[in-house]
């Protein structure tokens, strides 16, 4: 990038800068800019890539930008003592513009109206209500349905039109190809399903979302591309000349003159590219949006923090919050592989070089075959369809608030008693079962040449362990100290162990069963429990959806954002990404911050 751009960018007098190019800052940044008067600039640690990027345009291809540095920031895990010591957890996150919508799966599911009015409880924000955040909710989208209707009901996908949004920048639609007529795993995993006593639930994002279902993805239907933030929002508003967008750097900190009342307002940022630092200034607000790992450290930066963290990287204290980087919470996951008869046509197909050549020809001259599809069939379970009533039971009854009562964070005591209430509740998911046609657990055993797999992960969705982020240097190019803490209470791990037995029980039911050979991974052996733990803790990932560092709370509660998005303390400088949500969901965040992006919007721009 040449000195001018940097020097004109850094001499420019933006009215809100946007920190964080990623899922939900760039979708403040291209609404604020709709507006000609308003002067938006965007700073971004990733590059922009346009049409052509096959990594990230080409849906099975998904899985290749994970871990290339071009597209992720690579972070990692400190050492997790309840998993096996293991610091090889990968945790991906997007550093591109576009953040992890260019690198994720593209799944857009949304969590039930309980959970979002649950959250508009905690929050004090009355947006996160179910009426009003399903109004955002559509107008980020662009729902596009099924052309053939018999197609739509063989493979169960199905959506109710008054819950989706028609005319919005995001691309939704269900995708071409979930195997071939008669030689697939999506339509036995359904009807294996319902024989468990599991309802099939004809749109998971109308508000219910417990049951079996088929996920619209975040796929344009024409292009058979992703569609994501740079090319829904961006790329159509590239052009905008109040619309100012600096890739390749890197923020410090938040500078910031104090104000009577001892709040403290921002006045710029800080930022670094290529060794050298430069100044940019806002007029109005400031919007951190670089994520539930990298947020808190632009804050701690800035003298945001806990004052005792603060201090031991010599960064002065300007507001003193505790809660900042405190309360990380995760999806895990556990993959269960079991090796299918031959004939049903899975992903593991694409192993063979010449069908991937084949298959990429298909996609590059018509838009068809396996390069259109991801993974897209879900159950969403409560606890009763997994487990026993005196197992939920036992597990409510270990789960005591009280032992957390000196945590950073005072709501979890709060959360904890919503968790334990919604492991009694029938009509909440706790448990997410992924159905992945494909080989997933080589970190258990290798997969055997020229044979289908069908894979069944299993997600915790709501887990009661709580990590932390936090910088151990104020150097911005240097990753902070992120430790999940994963398995560090004892009901995870009680509750993957009945998950993956669950996962068997599938398996081995008609119509599954009758395509299946053998479970490969856990292997039959595999029956004991502490066989089964051992396994979890083997395998266990992260399923890529860290939330709460920058929880939207009361202060007192530990929260580190008001119900308008605003840091305590500041006058002006707001978060906006999945570090405010202060409990999980139970559903892929995607479609949630999203809409969180718009509902922002409603924050900045209503009159006073």
Not at 47 to 61: D, F
Request: proline share 7%.
């Amino acid at each position: 990038m040449a000195r001018g751009v940097l020097d004109k960018f850094a001499n420019t007098a933006f009215d809100y800068l946007v920190i964080g190019g990623g899922t939900t800052g760039m979708v403040v940044a291209a609404r604020l800019s709709e507006d000609p008067s308003v002067k938006v600039g965007v700073i971004e640690a990733g590059q922009y890539y346009s049409k052509g990027e096959k990594k990230i345009s080409v849906p099975a291809l998904f899985g290749e930008s994970l871990g290339d540095d071009r597209f992720d920031w690579k972070l990692q895990t400190t050492q997790q003592g309840s998993v096996n010591n293991r610091a090889d957890i990968a945790i991906p996150r997007g550093k591109v513009l576009g953040g992890t919508s260019a690198i994720n799966t593209m799944t857009w599911g949304r969590a039930s109206r309980e959970e979002y009015n649950v959250i508009a409880v905690l929050t004090g924000c009355k947006e996160w209500r179910w009426d009003n955040f399903l109004k955002y909710c559509k107008k980020s989208e662009s729902m596009h349905g099924p052309v053939n209707p018999e197609w739509a009901q063989k493979y169960r996908a199905t959506f109710e039109p008054s819950s989706h949004g028609t005319s919005g920048p995001l691309s939704r639609s269900f995708v071409p190809w979930l195997g071939e007529e008669g030689h697939n795993s999506h339509i036995p995993f359904f009807e294996t399903l319902n024989n468990l006593g599991v309802r099939t639930n004809p749109d998971s994002c109308s508000g219910t979302n417990v049951g079996v279902f088929t996920l619209a993805t975040s796929i344009d239907p024409h292009t058979r591309e992703r569609s994501y933030y740079a090319s829904a929002y961006y790329a159509p508003n590239a052009s905008r000349p109040n619309l100012v967008v600096l890739t390749g750097a890197h923020v410090r900190r938040i500078i910031f003159n104090p104000v009577q009342g001892g709040e403290v307002t921002a006045t710029g940022v800080e930022f670094q590219y290529e060794g050298s630092y430069y100044t940019v200034f806002a007029k109005k607000d400031v919007i951190v949006s670089a994520g539930t790992y990298l947020t808190p450290g632009i804050l701690e930066r800035s003298g945001i923090g806990n004052p005792s963290t603060l201090a031991m990287v010599d960064v002065p204290t300007i507001v003193a919050l505790p809660g900042m980087g405190e309360n990380l919470q995760d999806h895990i996951l556990v993959p269960s592989s079991f090796e299918l008869k031959k004939g049903i046509i899975t992903g593991d197909a694409l192993q063979d070089p010449q069908f991937a050549e084949k298959e990429m020809e298909l996609y590059e001259k018509h838009r068809d075959g396996q390069y259109t599809s991801i993974h897209s069939a879900f159950a969403c379970l409560p606890a009763a369809k997994v487990m026993a009533q005196d197992e939920i039971d036992r597990l409510v009854s270990s789960t005591d608030p009280s032992t957390v009562s000196s945590h950073p964070i005072r709501s979890i005591e709060k959360q904890y008693e919503l968790q334990r209430r919604w492991l009694l509740d029938e009509s909440c998911g706790t448990f997410e079962f992924m159905h992945v046609p494909q080989f997933t657990t080589a970190m258990a055993s290798e997969r055997k040449p020229d044979t289908p797999y069908l894979s069944l992960l299993s997600v915790a969705m709501r887990p009661f362990s709580r990590g932390f982020v936090h910088i151990n240097t104020p150097d911005p190019l240097l990753q902070p100290v992120i430790d999940p803490q994963y398995l560090d209470e004892e009901a995870d791990v009680d509750m993957l162990v009945h998950a993956l037995k669950f996962v068997r029980k599938v398996a081995g039911t008609s119509p599954l069963a009758d395509i299946t050979v053998t479970p490969q991974d856990p292997g039959p052996e595999v029956k004991s429990r502490e066989a089964w733990v051992e396994y979890i803790k083997n395998t266990l990932e992260s399923a890529h959806h860290p939330i709460g560092t920058a929880s939207m709370l009361p202060r007192e509660d530990g929260g580190v954002v008001d119900s308008e998005f605003k840091v305590y303390g500041t006058t002006n400088v707001r978060v906006v990404d999945a570090s405010i949500l202060p409990i999980h969901i139970s559903a892929h965040p995607q479609a949630t911050l999203y809409a969180m992006g718009e509902m922002v919007i409603h924050c900045l721009t209503r009159p006073d």
